[in-house]
Nanobody
Framework: QVQVVESGGGLVQAGWSLRLSCAASGLMLSINAMGWYRQAPGKQRELVAAISSGGSTNYADSVKVRFTISRDNTKNTVYLQMNSLKPGDTAVYYC??????????????WGQGTQVTVSS
């Protein structure tokens, strides 16, 4: 069964850095785009960054320059390097992966979420 699992969240002070990881596992024919979303209390889930299978990236304006998304296709893993963190970055961060499982039926898979808390 295909699943994606995040790791790397935590509590940090403003200005610090964190690196999130998300690994996809299971029998898969292909992994297409992968991305990170976040949801703060009382707010809608929003796209933070995405990366295509070929490495093209897309960022929310609020995180450009500070965050970097990358992927290692040999490990089926996507990363989010977050620098110069701000209290406004506090949220649950979710990994998303567009995957075609071995048995077919391409769809989006979501991780369980990892909490990132930035104190001022």
């Amino acid at each position: 069964q295909v699943q994606v699992v995040e790791s790397g969240g935590g509590l940090v002070q403003a200005g610090w850095s964190l690196r999130l990881s998300c690994a996809a596992s299971g029998l898969m024919l292909s992994i297409n785009a992968m991305g990170w979303y976040r949801q703060a209390p009382g707010k809608q889930r929003e796209l933070v960054a995405a990366i295509s299978s070929g490495g093209s990236t897309n960022y929310a304006d609020s995180v450009k320059v500070r965050f970097t998304i990358s992927r290692d296709n040999t490990k089926n893993t996507v990363y989010l390097q977050m620098n110069s963190l701000k209290p406004g970055d506090t949220a649950v961060y979710y990994c998303n992966a567009d995957i075609t499982p071995f048995q077919g039926g391409r769809k989006d898979y979501w991780g369980q979420g990892t909490q990132v808390t930035v104190s001022s």
